[in-house]
């Protein structure tokens, strides 16, 4: 389940960003080693990780010297994080010398403004733009979808309900699209129960205050690290009733109940530093939520009749998933298996372009020290 949902990710905004297509039936390069660097990224911006956040000076220490890992694993993890930057930049440069690129964001950059000259600002911001549409949004959407699913297994009645509202509003033998979500409240609700349950990143992205400044009561002097505790903020029984349980129903109004508090205006951040990517992302998630829901049946894995997955659990760090659990996902019958299988002849794959990846001339090593254990 990972694995497709990292893939569905991937090919979504690498596409968008890059116009690459992935390799669509095994583990596509450029996600492998995409995701490898997000996931190194998270650990090392989690507080409290390593000890020259505590005490900087030992910044000065040799690399080579006991106690000073932090150091090379540092370094690895950076050459990592400019490959996923520079690797699928040189590609599309690649494309348009031969003329035969696909439209993307950084393509449409280079035919509007020129290919920026080698070490330029334009080239560092056209190169870092373009990868932070996938830096910011691919791990977040997979975390989406694992919570969903989580859900599911573990709220079969929330299931049922929302396969009762899509056969009553679609009928039988289509999935549903953007144009139906006004029809699907209980669907949409479900969209906003994910984002609260479990905020994908639930200390939000820190930053500094560039000036001392006052919130409230609150004096925050300049060179302050912000940290919004938007768990917190999601969790808070004064807003959300029974807060820690998967309830959509919190969000539709009926009668004698007011819909409770939008968790759109808190689950991608705040003011000029919101994700820029957060109307694609709910798209996104909602369509796989009401597409899984339309063909699949999610239920929780079974050992000698006994439930596997008792209770939610997740991982820290600064983008947070489930931990790993098991469910079952079978398709809910013969007329959903044959509506799959005719979405993939109407939409077939496109040819992958991992091999004219190869040739741009990048070596990645996957293989770089990590202390830390990784959920993949």
Avoid at 16 to 39: C, K, M, S, W
Avoid at 40 to 69: E, Q, R, Y
Avoid at 313 to 334: D, L, M, N
Wanted: glycine letters at 6%.
């Amino acid at each position: 389940m990972v694995f497709a949902s990292e893939m569905e990710a991937g090919a979504v905004i690498l596409n968008i960003a890059y116009g690459y297509t992935i390799e669509p039936f095994h583990r596509d390069h450029l996600v492998q080693i995409t995701n490898l660097a997000l996931d190194h990224f998270a650990k090392a911006a989690t507080p409290g990780t390593w000890m020259v956040d505590i005490i900087p000076a030992l910044k000065h220490l040799p690399s080579w010297l006991p106690g000073a890992g932090f150091k090379r694993i540092a370094q690895a993890w950076r050459e990592q994080l400019l490959g996923i930057a520079d690797r699928p930049y040189a590609f599309v440069k690649a494309q348009m010398d031969s003329g035969k690129y696909k439209p993307s964001y950084l393509s449409n950059i280079f035919n509007t403004h020129g290919v920026p000259e080698p070490g330029s600002e334009g080239e560092i911001v056209a190169k870092w733009t373009a990868a932070s549409l996938y830096t910011g949004g691919a791990d977040t959407t997979v975390s989406s979808m694992e919570c969903f699913f989580l859900a599911m297994a573990l709220y079969p009645e929330v299931q049922r309900k929302a396969q009762d509202e899509i056969e009553r509003v679609l009928g039988p033998g289509r999935l549903p699209k953007m144009a139906d979500r006004p029809s699907l409240p209980y669907i949409n609700a479900i969209v906003k129960e994910v984002l609260r349950w479990h905020p994908v990143a639930p200390m939000a992205i820190p930053h500094m205050s560039t000036a001392d400044d006052n919130c409230g009561k609150y004096f925050i002097p300049k060179g302050s690290i912000i940290m919004p505790n938007i768990w917190a903020m999601m969790h808070d029984p004064t807003t959300y009733n029974d807060p820690m349980a998967f309830k959509p129903e919190r969000f539709l109004e009926t009668e004698g109940h007011v819909p409770e508090m939008d968790p759109h205006s808190i689950a991608f951040g705040f003011g000029r530093r919101i994700c820029p990517g957060r109307f694609l992302a709910d798209n996104t998630v909602y369509l796989s939520v009401a597409q899984s829901l339309t063909v699949f049946d999610i239920s929780n894995a079974t050992q000698e009749g006994i439930a596997i997955t008792k209770s939610p659990k997740f991982e820290p760090g600064v983008i947070s998933h489930p931990t790993p659990f098991q469910c079952s996902i079978a398709v809910r019958g013969p007329s959903e298996e044959a509506l799959i299988l005719s979405v993939e002849q109407e939409h077939p794959w496109e040819p992958s372009d991992a091999s004219d990846l190869e040739k741009v001339g990048y070596k990645i090593d996957t293989s770089v020290p990590d202390k830390i254990s990784s959920r993949r």
